[in-house]
């Protein structure tokens, strides 16, 4: 399998600014590439959670030497500026007895963020204000008005950790780690339309309780769980749900051998799943893997050095698109330090060559199975001439009759 290749390459000033067009024109394979941006960064972070939104990233909370934040943070992926957003808190509903000075958005850890019709769902996640059941806030990105959602039915105990995946109108967690850190693997849908949280009965064996691991949806039908960690250990396991049948498999996987981890952070791109940092009780991860979730092959697309912010535990990465670029960006993590770098690498030069590469594949694999039918008939012809020597010998009166003539026909 061919080896995925990443972009690098140095930053161009446009302008007297950085430009991500005009560092796009620079480009190179098989390196990540730091970005220099504008404006002030975020501070040092990890266990935050990142999405993408409007060609902006979006940036909320985390945690540095045991302070959790409560900023969101803006990086804007075309002029490369970061910015900070004070939304609004809509108090109504909220449950809350304070003045609307006193409301704000909680300090929050090991959360989730993703997307849905135009608006961020911030998921869980561990914060000082203590809570019994996951919270599920919301950013409106029109208004940029924080809300907490009502959310109704089997609502799930607090945790942090989890998994977070939206499936159509559906967004599915799994796992985590509770807030007297047990261990959790149970699996949780909310439908988004009726904001009704359902814990779903599944068949077959699940993944073993797990935290900060990473979750990804395949064909609309699939859900891939890798990885991830207890207090003492590190998986490199991975596990599928079939989200018709609702049945588990851990199915049998093909090419390098990837060393166990938690704390990645993974981004689909295609059939692709990117996987970059996190590690386990010996060392950080280095290497930026990728799953061909089609094919169930993992194969290594770079390697970093072992300080390099990208072999991290707790660092984010999310997939975009630009002018038809498709692209990847990773920022934060923990490994010896707290990072607040920002890393890009672009994907879609390396699909095309993947395509290629999967096309000569099939090619090569149809061209083995002919050979492979020739080497059977081969066999059989064989047998045939044996079989025909042994009639000869025993009837040598009948070689002219309509047996030796096909036979004869079969190996002409």
């Avoid at 994907?347 to 090619?363: G, N, V, Y």
Wanted: contains cysteine.
């Amino acid at each position: 399998m061919h080896d995925p290749s990443l972009a690098g390459g140095g930053d161009k000033m446009v302008n007297g600014h950085y430009n991500l067009n005009g560092l796009l024109s620079e480009l190179h394979n098989d390196n990540w590439t730091l970005l220099h941006s504008s404006g002030r960064k975020p501070l040092a972070r990890y266990k935050h959670a990142i999405a993408v939104a409007q060609e902006k990233l979006f940036v909320i909370g985390g945690s540095c030497n045991g302070r959790y934040f409560s900023d969101l943070q803006v990086f804007d992926l075309r002029s490369l500026t970061w910015s900070v957003l004070n939304p609004g808190i809509e108090i109504e509903n909220l449950g809350f007895e304070h003045s609307s000075s006193k409301v704000a958005f909680p300090a929050i850890s090991g959360h989730s963020l993703v997307e849905w019709e135009n608006k961020l769902l911030v998921v869980a996640g561990h914060s000082k204000e203590k809570t019994d059941s996951v919270i599920v806030w919301s950013v409106d990105l029109k208004t940029l008005v924080f809300s907490i959602l009502k959310t109704q039915g089997k609502i799930p105990v607090a945790r942090g950790g989890q998994s977070v995946t939206i499936v159509g109108s559906k967004l599915i967690m799994f796992g985590g780690e509770g807030r007297n850190r047990q261990l959790l693997n149970d699996l949780h849908i909310l439908d988004l339309i009726t904001m009704t949280w359902d814990e779903v009965e599944t068949k077959n064996a699940p993944p073993s309780p797990r935290f900060d691991h990473t979750a990804t949806e395949h064909a609309g039908r699939y859900l891939f769980i890798f990885g991830g960690s207890t207090q003492s250990s590190c998986f490199c396991d991975l596990h599928v749900l079939d989200l018709q049948n609702m049945e588990w498999s851990q199915p049998d996987v093909q090419g390098v051998a990837v060393t166990p981890r938690g704390g990645h952070a993974g981004a689909a791109v295609g059939d692709m799943w990117y996987l970059v940092g996190g590690g386990n009780t010996i060392s950080g991860a280095t290497e930026t893997i990728v799953l061909n979730m089609s094919k169930l092959v993992w194969s290594v697309a770079t390697v970093v050095p072992s300080q390099d912010p990208l072999a991290s535990e707790g660092l984010s990465l999310s997939a975009m698109s630009i002018d038809g670029e498709s692209l990847l960006i990773a920022f934060g993590g923990y490994n010896g330090k707290y990072s607040n770098e920002e890393l890009k690498a672009v994907a879609s030069q390396l699909e095309a060559e993947r395509s290629r590469c999967f096309k000569l594949e099939i090619q090569i694999s149809d061209i083995q199975k002919r050979l492979d039918s020739v080497g059977s008939l081969e066999r059989e012809l064989e047998i045939l001439r044996q079989q025909r020597s042994q009639v000869e010998q025993n009837t040598a009166g009948v070689q002219g009759q309509s047996s030796g003539g096909l036979l004869r026909w079969m190996t002409g």
